[in-house]
């Protein structure tokens, strides 16, 4: 395992601009950090004026959660803090649909905000003691909370399943073109956490693995078949996402609590497999999902398998990608 710490480009502040190798990180201390995966360099963009506890990245803007009722908006052109606004509750987790900003606060409530001029569109209560972790993946918004239970919805819908429990509190979640992982925080133990991965199409109760992480798993990402996990002791571990094979830490030193690719997520309702492009393989998944009579092929969440679940998932393609 490579163990690479903060280098002379981050101390000195001279971070370049954005690559499509390039991760964005940021937590506690309010800092916003960059790990170039071809070099393996930390790196400085710039700070928020505040505590750091959610993050999201939106065509070039960082949305970063405060620890109050604050989100902050970051320009990662300019490497500026360029606003805020408030929102009701803590910002717990973040995602991005391709048009709108998802906050999941406090209260168990998923807020949809305007990225135009920040306004409340709905707010949609959420049947769970807490979220703290939120994700968008084949037509469906998972939300994850400390109670180690995921919850499904189909996308734009307030109709949440149970769709997964592990053995953890759950603190962060991520997907990949087969599998759901889920990051939690080994209970009764703050320095020890676990990531679960599931068949996302099926979920359940059994994992189809386990893998042991070194610190408390508060941030996990999955990007180019890889697993990028973050703790409160300010690592990020570069794991292999079949085994968990720790490759290569990363030290921040400081708390992480966000990570996500500089250029941001595939959020795509259509795209079932990840890919960034809306193809044949993304339909012939979604009919051997609909054959067997899984959740992501009940695209309007009533429980049924008919015209009307074909019908939506090919608006949802022939509306492409935001």
């Known amino acids: 395992m490579k163990r690479i710490t903060l280098g002379l480009l981050a101390i000195s502040g001279l971070a370049t601009g954005a690559s499509a190798e390039e991760l964005i990180v940021t937590g506690l201390s309010g800092l916003v950090q960059t790990i170039d995966l071809d ?87 959420v049947p769970t003691g807490d979220i703290s972790a939120i994700g968008i993946d084949a037509g469906g918004l998972f939300v994850g909370g400390q109670n180690s239970l995921a919850l499904r919805s189909p996308v734009g819908m307030n109709d949440f399943q149970f769709f997964a429990a592990c053995g953890s509190m759950i603190n962060a979640m991520a997907f990949g073109p087969q599998r759901m992982y889920l990051a939690g925080t080994t209970f009764f133990s703050e320095d020890a956490g676990t990531v679960y991965t599931f068949d996302k199409f099926v979920g359940g109760v059994s994992y189809t693995a386990t893998f042991p992480v070194p610190n408390d798993a508060a941030a996990i990402l999955a990007h180019r078949g ?16 079949g085994t968990g094979q720790i490759l290569r830490t990363f030290d921040l030193m400081v708390p992480v ?11 795509c309702p259509a795209d079932y497999d990840i890919s960034g492009d809306l193809n044949f393989f993304d ?30 998932f090919l608006d949802m393609f022939n509306a492409g990608c935001p």
């Open 226 to 241: 890889l697993l990028y996990v973050g703790g409160s002791d300010g690592l990020v571990h570069e794991m292999h996402a």
């Open 39 to 125: 070099t393996g360099v930390v790196g400085h963009r710039g700070v928020c004026t505040g505590a750091v506890q959610s993050m999201a990245v939106a065509d070039g803007t960082l949305y970063l959660g405060g620890l109050l009722d604050d989100v902050y908006v970051f320009d990662l052109a300019t490497n500026q803090v360029t606003g805020t606004f408030t929102i009701p509750g803590q910002a717990h987790a973040m995602a991005w649909t391709g048009a709108q900003l998802l906050i999941a606060n406090t209260g168990s409530t998923i807020i949809t905000i305007d990225p135009a001029d920040h306004s409340v569109i709905e707010t949609r209560s």
């Open 283 to 312: 339909v012939a998944l979604f009919l051997n999902l609909f054959s067997a009579q899984l959740p992501a092929a009940d695209t309007n969440g009533d429980g049924l398998f008919d015209f009307f679940d074909v019908a939506r």
């Open 257 to 267: 609590r966000g990570i996500a690719p500089a250029q941001g997520l595939v959020s």
